[in-house]
């Protein structure tokens, strides 16, 4: 068996301006205090491996959560392209393109932002990386520390949710979410853990 913790990152300017990320390379915002996230994070560990998006906002929370590991980059765990909608926000969208956003997000599965990438893309690249990652270490407790989407997209694959608006999981952007990986399958173990 498997224990696979899931970390959102740590917070960005971009977050703070509630700018669509996408694949953007975004720095921590340099005000980050990982400190509070340790106790919770020890709690459930220890953690034998930790793998990481290769976006830059990834790297830097591994680096400052795990100095004694050298996390794996793991190109599967990069956040969904948002295309065109990179750099601006949910509301504007809204607000200049009525029935734009609603649309794709009609889509459940289907979403997928112009010239970006679909959920269903994101949901295979992110199984393919724990499957890679966990293939022939039975017994591990692995951290991968990636974004918001990626754990949105796989916690609602894991519940079964049609990933429609109120019909969806709910995933706080500051916790740790737990799955098992044994004979039975991939499994949500329990999600929502606060960090602070």
Known sequence: MNV????????????REKRIQGVSDTPLDPDFDPRSW???????????RVVTSPLLRARETARLLFSEHTPKIAPGLREQDWGA???LTVAGLRRDHPGLIEAQEALGW??????GESRRLVLKRALATIDETVRGRDGERILM????????ILLNH????????GA???VAKRALHLLILDGVG???????????
């Not at 696979?4 to 977050?15: D, K, S």
């Not at 289907?110 to 010239?115: I, K, L």
């Open 110 to 115: 289907d979403f997928t932002p112009p010239g």
């Open 186 to 196: 991939l499994r949500v173990h329990c999600t929502n853990v606060r960090l602070s």
């Open 85 to 87: 909608w990179t750099g």
């Open 4 to 15: 696979i913790g899931l970390l959102r990152h740590g917070p960005t300017a971009w977050n």
């Open 168 to 170: 969806s999981a709910d």
């Open 158 to 165: 894991l519940e079964g949710s049609p990933f429609l608006p």
């Open 145 to 152: 520390i990636t974004h918001l989407g990626v754990i949105k």
């Open 38 to 48: 340790h106790d919770a994070l020890a709690a459930h560990g220890p953690w034998d």
